[in-house]
């Protein structure tokens, strides 16, 4: 039975969760601000607990490895690889888009997984029928929502979805479609079921995925680009 501790920690929301084959032993997703550098540990804990499992027990590490935010996404990724280090045990990383969208399918238009990137952008990618149709970027939701536009009905999840409601409506009317916020929410649940179909890797392979620099990195380049 293969057991795969999961988490999330690219958003706003922190989830975990432990799963053995395709049962759900133990899920906690909150939504209680920005706290996952001290949160998440004590959620790994509880999940460890749950299943009567020490760390070196577990089969295998899985996290969203990005996009989604720095600090959030350095947090979970050096979790992850912390684990599987001390345990010898491999690790995961799942996209954060993928797992959106895998969390609120099926839907027979296009699926548009969305994170608030601030600075007016969003991470995105859109799938239709399970196939990519546009490729994960780091947008204006207005250059997003014309490049869906022409391909119909599209299911808007995630924070972005919600962080640009009022635009998505006002641009695309009764094309946008919004399911209920807890299938918008990103679920550890769904990092794992991803996982088991998702090849494993050695700690050192296990890399963030940003799609676009820091803003201290951006910053300095403005800066540069002035001078």
């Known amino acids: 039975m293969t057991s795969i501790l999961?988490?999330?920690?690219?958003?706003?929301?922190?989830?975990?969760?432990?799963?053995?084959?395709?049962?759900?032993?133990?899920?906690?997703?909150?939504?209680?601000?920005?706290?996952?550098?001290?949160?998440?540990?004590?959620?790994?804990?509880?999940?460890?607990?749950?299943?009567?499992?020490?760390?070196a027990c577990v089969d295998c590490y899985a996290v969203t490895m990005?996009?989604?935010?720095?600090?959030?996404?350095?947090?979970?990724?050096?979790?992850?690889?912390?684990?599987?280090?001390?345990?010898?045990?491999?690790?995961?990383?799942i996209n954060a888009l993928e797992a959106?969208?895998?969390?609120?399918?099926?839907?027979?238009?296009v699926l548009c997984p969305l994170q608030d990137a601030r600075a007016g952008q969003v991470y995105c990618v859109a799938y239709q029928n399970g196939q990519v149709v546009r490729d994960d970027a780091a947008l204006s939701i207005d250059t997003f929502l014309e490049s869906v536009m022409p391909?119909?009905?599209?299911?808007?999840?995630g924070d972005g979805a919600d962080a640009y409601y009022e635009r998505i409506t006002g641009k695309m009317g009764q094309s946008a479609v919004f399911p209920p916020?807890?299938?918008?929410?990103?679920?550890?649940?769904?990092?794992?079921?991803?996982?088991?179909h998702a090849e494993t890797v050695d700690y050192r392979q296990l890399v963030a995925y940003y799609l676009r620099a820091p803003?201290?990195?951006?910053?300095?380049?403005?800066?540069?680009g002035r001078q």
């Open 6 to 55: 999961a988490f999330d920690t690219s958003g706003p929301s922190l989830s975990v969760a432990l799963t053995q084959s395709d049962h759900v032993i133990y899920e906690c997703t909150r939504q209680d601000g920005l706290t996952h550098a001290s949160s998440l540990m004590p959620l790994i804990d509880a999940a460890l607990r749950a299943g009567g499992l020490a760390p």
């Open 66 to 93: 990005g996009p989604g935010s720095f600090t959030g996404v350095r947090i979970g990724v050096a979790t992850a690889k912390a684990l599987s280090h001390a345990t010898g045990k491999p690790c995961i990383g």
């Open 100 to 109: 959106l969208a895998t969390g609120a399918s099926p839907f027979d238009g």
């Open 151 to 157: 391909l119909g009905e599209c299911c808007f999840v």
């Open 181 to 196: 916020r807890a299938l918008g929410m990103l679920r550890a649940s769904t990092v794992a079921m991803l996982a088991h």
């Open 215 to 224: 803003q201290a990195e951006r910053e300095r380049l403005a800066r540069e």
